[in-house]
Every structure is written in structure tokens, then in C-alpha cells.
């Protein structure tokens, strides 16, 4: 989509008034009447085709430019196949089942959310994805906090402020790979740069989610913890090699191996790890990686716990992306963000100006396309000349893509992670949202900082 060439350059009052039309229809729909968002995203895209034809534009050219805009998202498209079957693979492995397990010890520890989004943050900082912590640990507690009758939307807002947490400031990260080379800063520089606004964002997360944590005994019973523990293990689902896999693709991630191909690995020694303790045919098995893990302990408890998975589980994902970054091809052809781009762009003489507005630029293409490597490549690329021209350090704009572009995009009820997210813990975009604390306070502190100077570093002469 970067590279989608406009056909026309759509006026400023075209381009204002196109994307207020179309943002205020997703937000009336999923919000007021509480429609899936593919529905208004049809009808956005209806709308763009109907000014296109309007502006004399043939239908290969608006075509060529929705085919660009979603071929930009096959990537993540192929992920996701491939963690709706891990997903699977880890339930026949004994993965999840026990992560469960354990996660259910500390369960009635004090501090339980602040738990959760520690050792997600953990685990997200050693894999550098996001998106893969939220399908396996994320997964594991939204299974202990339905069990025990606890507030998911708070657990889905602690999962995701740590997976994104770890995200951000992995040096295994694409997103922080990528916010460092577009404006050609130092991986490990742009790291430490991004401490001054992420370690305050962690430590308030961490102070949010311990107070919002249940009293040590609130929903927690002991008895009803050994009773799942107990459901769990006669289903034949924990086993301490179990967390084997998950071992695996942490050692992949530190070693590099892309993505796909250290998820096809654990996928299949995760399938190997099952013949230790059931057999599975081959038949069973392909059914099993694309309806998913369908538990049949007889015990409705843990039977919704582990029911999960499959390719199929990721339709509703896949069919979404597709869509929302079609949108945005349509929105590229007709030169809708290269107006707006330009007109911010023409207005930056401050240093605090300009940050404020890269991070303004990064939250907006992230509510207008719902893509976060969009949103960090092109605040990148607009916003390197004039931060150059005031003399600004680069690592400035590199840390702003990040604290507003890579956490903003699971708070987008139609972007690529937030759909992801809600599909895989079955918590709704808008109802984690107010307790995706880290992923609140990153844009507003990075703001605050931008404003005021503080830690706004110049080149040196």
C-alpha cells in the first residue's frame, strides 16, 4: 500500500470531509448499534468507489488500488492461519492446559491483574510479538479468569498492556525493528530512548492493575481452584512437559527464526509432544488444526476453557483485515492521506509542534486504516524532514511512532490487532479498552513529553 501511486489528489475539504463521513459511520455502528464492523467497512468502501466514479476514475484504477491495500496485510493474514493452529497444537500438547493450571496457583495470590500483566510483559519482551503472547498466555488467563468468575475485560486490558508492553521494547519485535530503521536510529539507542515514556506508562499500569485486582479471597475460593485443578488434570490435558513448546518458540524467537517458520516448528513438535499421552489421526488431526480444539471432558467448566483454535477460528479475523486495508488502498488511490499528510505537513516550525503532530498522525492513520506498520512507516517518512529541519535527534520521532503507533492499534475495534485480539479472547475491542492501561498512557505521556521538551533531545553541532 506504501508504494499504491494516486490517480487523483482529493482536496482538502474532499479529504476532511470523506474520512469524518467514514470514521463516524465504523464508530455509529460498532458503538450505537452494535454491528460486526465489516458491514460499515462495505459500505465505506461503496462510498470511496461512488467518489472515484464521480471524479471520472475508471474501475481497474480503484480496483488495482483496493488489491494493493489488502495484498499490504497477506502477511499478517498467513500468521494468523498459522496461530489459530498453534492454538490447537498447544491444546493437544498440553500447553494451555498447563498454563492453566499453574496460572490457577497464583490466581489467588493478592495482585492477581498486576500478575497477569507482568508475566505477559515478560513473555511478550522474550518473543517480541504481541500478538503471538495474547494467543497462547493471553488465552490461558482469559481460561482462569472465566473460571473463577473475575472481571475479563480487566484480564483482556492486563493482557494486552503487557503483550504490547513487550512488544514495543523487544529487540525481536517487527514493530520496533521497524520504527528504528524508517528513520534510521539505532535499534538498541531507540530502546533506550523509548524507557523515558514506557517505564512511567509500565509503572502506572502495574499501580492500575493492583488496584483493580479482587480481594485475596473475592471469587477465588480455594475449594473451587482445587476443583478445576482437579477437572483439569482427569481431562489428561497437564503434563509437565506441557510447557515444552512454549520453551521452543522462545528459544526460536531469541535466535531469530521469522515468525512463521518458528511457529510451523513448535506446531509440529507440539503435535509430536501429543503422542506421549493420546493418539490422533491423521484425519482427526487436519480437522482438529482447522475446526479447532473441541473438548469433550464432560466436565461444561473446563470444556469451555479448552474449546478453542483452528484456522477456521480466523475467518472472522482474515475477512476483516482484508477489508479494513482494502479501505485504506482506496483511501491511498485517491489521494485522500497524501492531502492530509501535506497539510499537517506544511505547518511545522516547533519542536514540540511537530512531535505532537507525528503523534497525532500515527493515532489517526491507525482509527482511519487500522493498520500499525502503516501508521509507523508513513508518520516515519513524513515527518524525517522536518524534524531534520529543526535539528531534532531522529530517536525522538522513532520512540513517537511507537507510543503512538504500535500500542494504538488494539484499541482500534477495526484494525488488524484489536480484531485479532477480541477473536481469540472473546472480549470485545471497546470493552478492554478502558483497562488497556499501558496502551493509554504511552500517547499520553509521549504527548505530555513532546509538549513540554522534557527529554527532547537536538543533535549535537
Sequence with gaps: MFNNEPVIRATKTESIGLVVVIVALISLC????????????????????????????????????????????????????????????????GTI??????????????????????????????????????????????GVSTALDVSLAVTAGAIVSGAFFGDKMSPLSDT???????VEVDLFEHIKNMAWTTVPAFIISLLVFGLLSPGENAGTAAAQIGNLQQGLSDAGGVHWYGLLPLVLLLVLAVKKTPAILSLAVTIVFSIALSYLHSFTSLADLSGLLFEGYKSESGIEEIDSLLTRGGINSMMFTVALVILALGLGGLLFKLGIIQ?????????????????????????????????QYLSILLTGESFKRPIDDLNLARK?????????????????????????ITNVLGVSTLTYLPFAVFCLASPILTVIFSATGWTITKNKM
Design 30 to 93: 460498532m458503538i450505537v448499534l452494535k454491528t460486526v464492523p465489516h458491514i460499515p467497512i462495505i459500505v465505506s468502501i461503496l462510498l470511496l468507489l461512488g467518489f472515484g466514479i464521480s471524479k471520472k476514475i475508471s474501475m481497474n484504477d480503484l480496483q488495482s488500488g483496493m488489491t494493493a491495500g489488502a495484498s499490504s496485510g497477506l502477511s499478517a493474514v498467513f500468521l494468523f492461519f498459522f496461530i489459530g493452529m498453534i492454538i490447537s497444537a498447544f491444546m493437544i500438547s
Design 97 to 142: 492446559p498447563t498454563l492453566i493450571y499453574i496460572g490457577l496457583h497464583i490466581a489467588d495470590w493478592p495482585f492477581y491483574f498486576a500478575i497477569v500483566f507482568v508475566i505477559t510483559a515478560i513473555i511478550g519482551m522474550s518473543i517480541g510479538s504481541s500478538l503471538t503472547t495474547v494467543a497462547t498466555l493471553g488465552v490461558a488467563f482469559i
Design 176 to 182: 520496533t525493528n521497524l520504527a528504528s530503521s524508517i
Design 339 to 371: 492531502t492530509l499528510l501535506g497539510l499537517i505537513e506544511n505547518k511545522l516550525k516547533k519542536a514540540s509542534s511537530t512531535l505532537v503532530s507525528a503523534a497525532f498522525t500515527a493515532i489517526g492513520i491507525n482509527a482511519v486504516i487500522g493498520e
Design 396 to 420: 525522538n520521532l522513532s520512540r513517537v511512532l511507537e507510543d503512538a503507533g504500535t500500542v494504538i492499534n488494539p484499541l482500534v475495534p477495526w484494525g488488524v490487532c484489536g480484531v485479532f
